[in-house]
């Protein structure tokens, strides 16, 4: 059998993992990363590419005997960078630029699920902050009437372009930073007011060709910065799988109400769907409802799933590619949960400080059953240096998932930088599932 090199486009926490899963495929050469972080320069060999620049990313795949390209972010598969790659005779995993609307547009995605008859919270659409505000203040008179929306950008926005209001004067400052400030930049040239939803959120992620449709192991995120879920939004400060809140018969649901219904949907649109499907749900007390879809490997859910999956991942994505996932069996886990816990920078989610030397990062990883995924770190003049909000995202595996909480957090202890900092209560949520139970 010849081996062929990989090459996973971006530099997070979750191409890191999917570097580490790929490298251990019996297909695999070489793995590179573009532009990749400190640690996938360790597990794999980084090239210092802009995923913006797709003819440099062709010419390097051509160059390099690359027989697939990973894309991991929603940027670059939102500007057609599977497209590109495809229509290049290359081999590439990831939906293509019409698909990926799915994530680049909130409005695409509530129209999509409002005709497929898929359960999501109520909504309207504004082309206008004129119109949206008169909308809330046709239905709430007093600043301080409690309301219950949520308001969203329509593009993307990095998580932030989301804001769940309390108040009728938070939605109206809400409006006004997305549709007249324009904070969001384009991602504000729509929005939508939705109706706010209550529940335990769950991510539920599933391979698909298109046709055959593959979920894997639920997975929760901590999107919170502070411990019991409070603070300002972030890009997910942990993670673990599976999640014991969406038990097997409420995942089916998941399936047969959701998942098949978005896959069809979107080939009936004729953008049919290649690639990771990531369902962001609320289990609300009338059943599953989906708050956003994502085109990708959600990150930091990416870490512990890929840290539990045991079957060839190359393999899937290739059969995804071929439209023949059909043929590859089931998916084949490690039975025991694993977790990741986000070391993140001081100051983050708002300006954080960079350039602080990180030390215990090996003796970390030697941990049994341990791995620490690097994010937003970069190697200068020899030492291992923060540079991103999210830092590391250190991850274990446990018997249970207090077992693998335990071990997490004793490699978190290991590792030190100044400003450092994590969440101290991932997982605990399962805890909560469980004694309710
Ligand atoms: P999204 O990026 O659309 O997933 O939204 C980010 C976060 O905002 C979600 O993880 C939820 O916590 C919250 N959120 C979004 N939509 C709603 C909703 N309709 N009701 C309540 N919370 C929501
Ligand atoms: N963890 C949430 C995301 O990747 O968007």
Known sequence: MSKYNVLIVGSGGREHALAWKVKQSQHVQNV???????????????????????????????????GLVIVGPEAPLVAGLVDALTDAGLRAFGPSKAASELEGSKVFCKNLLRSADIPTADYRTFRSADDASRYIKDRFSEPTDPVNVVVKADGLAAGKGVVVCDTRSEALEAIDRIAARKEFGAAGKELIIEERLTGPEVSVLAITDGETIVTLPPAQDHKPANDGDTGPNTGGMGAYCPA????????????????????????????????????????????????????????PECQPLLMR??????????AVVDGKLEETGPLEFDPRPAICV??????????YEKGH??????????????????????RVD???????????????????????????????????????????????KALVTAAKA
């Open 32 to 66: 590179f990363v573009a532009p990749g972080n400190a640690g996938t320069g360790m597990d794999a060999t980084n090239v210092d590419l802009d995923p913006a620049d797709h003819n440099a990313v062709i010419q390097f795949a051509k160059e390099n005997n690359v």
């Open 342 to 351: 986000v070391m993140a920078s001081e100051g983050y989610p708002a300006d």
């Open 382 to 428: 020899g030492e291992v240096v923060n540079t991103g909000g999210r830092v590391l995202g250190v991850t274990a595996m446990g018997d249970s998932i207090s077992a693998a909480k335990l071990q997490a957090y004793k490699a978190v202890r290991e590792i030190r930088w100044q400003g450092a900092w994590c969440r101290k209560d991932i997982s605990d």
């Open 309 to 318: 999956l045991k079957t060839d991942l190359v393999e899937v994505m290739q």
């Open 244 to 299: 014991p809140v969406l038990d097997e018969e409420t995942l089916a649901k998941v399936e047969s109400s959701i998942l098949v219904p978005v896959v069809h949907a979107m080939k009936r649109s004729r953008r049919p769907f290649k690639g990771v499907l990531y369902a962001g749900l609320m289990l609300t007390p009338a059943g599953p409802k989906v708050l956003e879809f994502n085109v990708r490997f959600g990150d």
């Open 357 to 378: 030397a990180i030390t215990g990062i090996e003796s970390a990883d030697k941990m049994e059953n341990v791995k620490v995924f690097h994010a937003g770190t970069q």
